[in-house]
């Protein structure tokens, strides 16, 4: 290159210096190529670090994050692949689970244990309004041993002072087209919430059938949560969803607004009823 | 006072004459047999219940029946369905207490209007506050005294300010202590057949046996009241009267919860329920019933006055008229509503300066000097309540000259 420098003519001159210069520029270029991912890297690692910073203060989640990482420490030290294959399975599920939670969305299935975190928030001193739709399907919905203690919760509740107003949707054989009222097999249900002060509306299942969305068990804690739940044929818990994310809160009452214009009051019924009055 | 004009009764009525027999038999009774087992008997079911000689002893008793009795004969003079349940207690603010927690059961936001008790409006307005509910009041005060709204605009204000601040109940007075009337019915009936309405409390103490809001149409789920005043039973008894069945569960749940917590505490309303079924446990202390025995005795004289006088509320009215013409020339200027919305209570103001300057006890003592008993306000206000029975002329004159000295 250095003869070219000195005895090739210009023209081959100016072609060398440019290779040249494009060489150097390549070089430079994966360099901060290079630097970047570097930088990345670090960067990834630093957020690691700082995990455990954000939750020292959280000293209930500290502490569980410390119990997993001391327990998975301790499965690395197991050997046997089966273990480790099917740990692998059971920790991603945890991990999905563990993501639904840090999106505000708690899930009880199978179990009645949700029940404890419903009248929770019931009992919560902040909570001044409390909606909720009860998809009424069997006669016995909510007249079981827990459903009774929830809905003493209910009553509790009212008498404190939180305004409770229910949207019930009630199948056609339990009020039935050209009732006044719903059978007396689900009426004494509704009429105890109505004579406990909560605002209490209906509404025939099969008047719903163009709405989409609305047919479900819901409750709204005021703007701070919503509660779905869903039930099998007799009336017994499959699943209860909470979740405390302001987009779902949000869109739960849209639904639930929607739903109460096709909703009676209970106290208009009972006008409209014979001696209402 | 005997020979001077008695119109106080918007603040405290004259003891009507039957309420003055009972409790004048009454205490005879209880001078002679103290808390014997008749007493108790007479209590419970009346005079009639007890043997012979005991009723020849006390016939000033004739008309007690009994609390259930009594409360049947008040659903009458309200014009309540029979199966209506009514409360009776010693203060009409532990009714009210009830009512506003009724309120705020169902409702984020109650509208109420500036011709409230405001006493009653402090009591809401502390329920709304604990619960986070809101308390919404319409301005109609300055309009109706000053004669610039009728029913129709009243309606169509109350309707629009119901609608703009998403109002879902009403607390009203149905005549206001100022004397304003509204139109209850037409008020709930309007803002119903556009709106969601959970609750209505009438608040009835200037109404009562005066000018007679007719609560069978059922446009109300509580009507409040007292005895003290326009029926004359002199000493004081609360009085809630439920409005339609429908509010019937709910306001026996409530009272229940209230009385059981201790909220609501007043032995009288616990006695009488006691009196008039088993099923309620009597208080744990001693009680005084003479309110439930001139109440009685009172609601007798309103009774026959009502088949004698049917045009009485008429009368208060045409002498409402009267004073106006007698006293608008004598240094006095009354506050005259619309004539849908007057009632049997003048308001008028001082014109001079220095008059509306006196302190209310003075003012009040001045015209008791002329012999007149009104109520007086700060400002130079003056209440003026209109008797049942036409002004004779020298009551006028003798009214006119009050005013006149006192201007």
Redesign the interface.
Known sequence: MALVGVFAPPEAQVAVLGAFVSILGGLFLAYMGQEAERERRRVEQLERLTVPLTLAPEHDLFEQYLAVCQALTELASQDDPILKEFAGLKLASLAEQVRGLAGGVIEFSATETWRTVYEKLLKSADL?EYRSVAWVRAKGYWQDQPGRQSMAANFEA??R???I?RVVILRDDLWPKNDLLPTDEIRPWI?EQ??????VALVRESDLESESGVLADVGLYGDRAVGIQDLDERARTVRFTLSFDRQTVRLARDRWDRLYLFAT?Y?TL??RSE??? | MSEGLYLDTARLGRMSSDARRAVHAFTDLIGEEGGSLYSERFLRHGLAACPTPFRDRYPGLTSWAGVGELKSALRGLVGTPSELPVLLAHRSAVLMRLAARLLFHPCRNVLVTDLGWPGYHDILSDVARRTGRTVTVVPLRDRTLGGRAGAHEVVEEVRRRYSAAKCDGLFLPAVSNLGVRLPLEAIVRSVEADHEVRFVVVDGAQDFCHAGADLGAGFCDLYLSGCHKWLGAYHPLGLACYGRRRSVGVIETTLGHLAATGEIDDPLLRFSAHLESARFEPPAETVSVVPLITCRGAVEDETRARADRPGRQNHRLDNLRATVDRVRSTGWEPLLPDPALRSGILLLRAERPVVRGLPPDTLRSAFQDAHVALTAYPGGYVRVSMPDRLWAEDELVRLEAAFRSNA
């Open positions: 001044r009212a008498h002072g939180v305004l107003e009429e109505h004579n406990h002060g909560l605002w009051p106290r009972l006008d001696g209402g009055r």
